[in-house]
């Protein structure tokens, strides 16, 4: 989504009193295991946008998309979208992937850490996918400083300076600089923990793989945002991509590689809780929520 503090990038995502999920309105954390790893997908905020070409489906006529959103069960006037996170219990590193809008927008992200057993001096590292506002807004608190004071904060060399090029992240660039890490290229960046640069989004959007004990869960940041349209339709232009033909490859590439692996996938912006895997679906894809990862 849009860069974080820009007015805009709220006007098209009021809280939504009901999401597909449902999305609950409270702050919620949902347990899953990885292997011999605990995580809990952690609730953030919830938004809808209208089905008016100008945000999802560029230049598709308005009816084609309606006739997609209501043959994936939505309504056909509007988007629904989740916003999540997700909290990973690695060895001696809590970790926190996406940090959602941040409590002025509404986000509830700080108090769903809680509803996960977890305090936020105790989190240790966070990875940014990037550095549009609700995936990096969380990292501050209400009063401007750090939500995560001992947290190392982890993103692509070239999303840190993206962020640094928007003269409406200024507060939030000198606040995080500190604890900033950067990384250049795909790798484990933490035991069980690989970062895998997927750029078309933002110049340094990145997607990460959580293994234990052989099983995978793999991020998809922002290279999806849509259940039915992203997957359905991966060839659909969204206008927070800054490079929309590679944000269209690097959607089609990876859904064809999530859909051949079979791994587990945190889609923050899907139905809640945001856990599933991706099959081929006719010319697209489809999503399948994860049976055994259900909101208490």
Same mark, same amino acid.
């Given at each position: ?11 098209? $995502?009021?809280? +939504?009193?009901? #999401?597909?999920? @449902?999305?609950? *309105?409270?702050? !919620? /954390? ?127 060399? $070239?999303?840190? +300076?993206?962020? #640094?090029?928007? @003269?409406?992240? *200024?507060?939030? !660039? /000198? ?122």
């Amino acid at each position: 989504m849009r860069p974080i503090l820009l007015a805009v990038a709220i006007a098209i $995502a009021a809280p +939504a009193a009901a #999401q597909y999920g @449902p999305q609950p *309105a409270a702050p !919620a /954390a949902v347990p899953l295991r990885i292997g011999v790893l605990d995580a809990f997908v952690l609730r953030d905020a919830g938004f809808t946008a209208p089905n008016d070409g100008k945000t999802f489906a560029l230049g598709v006529d308005t009816a084609t998309v309606a006739r997609a959103l209501e043959a994936g069960g939505g309504k056909g006037d509007t988007i629904v979208l989740g916003v999540a996170g997700l909290l990973v219990k690695l060895p001696g590193h809590p970790t926190i992937i996406d940090t959602g809008l941040g409590p002025g927008p509404g986000g509830k992200l700080a108090q769903s850490v809680g509803a996960a057993g977890m305090t936020p001096d105790k989190i240790t590292d966070i990875f940014i996918s990037h550095s549009h506002g609700d995936h990096v807004g969380g990292v501050l608190d209400a009063a401007g400083g750090l939500a995560f004071p001992k947290a190392t904060i982890h993103m692509h060399a $070239a999303e840190w +300076a993206f962020l #640094q090029a928007n @003269p409406a992240n *200024a507060k939030l !660039a /000198a606040a995080i600089a500190p604890r900033v890490k950067t990384f250049n290229k795909a790798g484990e960046i933490l035991p069980g923990l690989e970062a895998l640069p997927n750029p078309g989004h933002t110049p340094g959007h990145s997607v990460y793989r959580i293994t234990s004990r052989g099983q995978h869960l793999r991020t998809l940041g922002d290279t999806a945002h849509s259940h039915i349209l992203s997957l359905g339709h991966p060839e659909w232009n969204v206008a927070f991509d800054t490079d929309k033909a590679a944000g269209a490859a690097a959607r089609a590439r990876t859904l064809a590689d999530i859909a051949a692996s079979g791994e587990r996938v945190f889609a923050p912006h899907f139905p809640w809780p945001s856990i599933g895997t991706i099959v081929v679906k006719g010319e697209g894809f489809a999503w399948v929520p994860d049976a055994g990862v259900k909101a208490p």
